[in-house]
């Protein structure tokens, strides 16, 4: 069964980091590439960062490049996304995603997703 967890969430004051994970079972997650999306109330999803299957090749929106850095351990089937410098337009529930084969996108082809994590940026 094909599962994405996505943990470590959570309230943060403006300026401060967090480091998302997504653990992925079900299936090897070195065929696939992952992005981070995420959505606040009342907006469409949006993506964040992404990175392909192996290589290391990452692609990043404008609004986080040099805040949110994006990583893979495909030995142990997991993503991250690190954070730092959080603002409060931040706020958002984050979901990590996987298409098969190499090409990340910020956009589509995504095949499977997780439920989320609530992160919050407010003081």
């Known amino acids: 069964q094909v599962q994405l967890v996505e943990s470590g969430g959570g309230l943060v004051q403006p300026g401060g980091s967090l480091k998302l994970s997504c653990a992925a079972s079900g299936f090897n997650l070195k065929d696939y590439a992952i992005g981070w999306f995420r959505q606040a109330p009342g907006k469409e999803r949006e993506g964040v960062s992404c990175?392909?299957?192996?290589?290391?090749?990452?692609s990043d929106a404008d609004f986080v490049k040099g805040r949110f850095t994006i990583s893979k351990h495909n030995a142990k089937n997991m993503a991250y996304l690190q954070m730092n410098s959080l603002k409060p337009e931040d706020t958002a529930v984050y979901y990590c995603?996987?298409?098969?084969?190499?090409?990340?996108?910020?956009?589509?082809?995504?095949?499977?997703w997780g439920q989320g994590t609530q992160v919050t940026v407010s003081s």
């Open positions: 990175i392909t299957s192996t290589d290391g090749f990452s």
């Open positions: 995603a996987v298409k098969r084969g190499w090409e990340c996108s910020l956009t589509f082809g995504y095949d499977y």
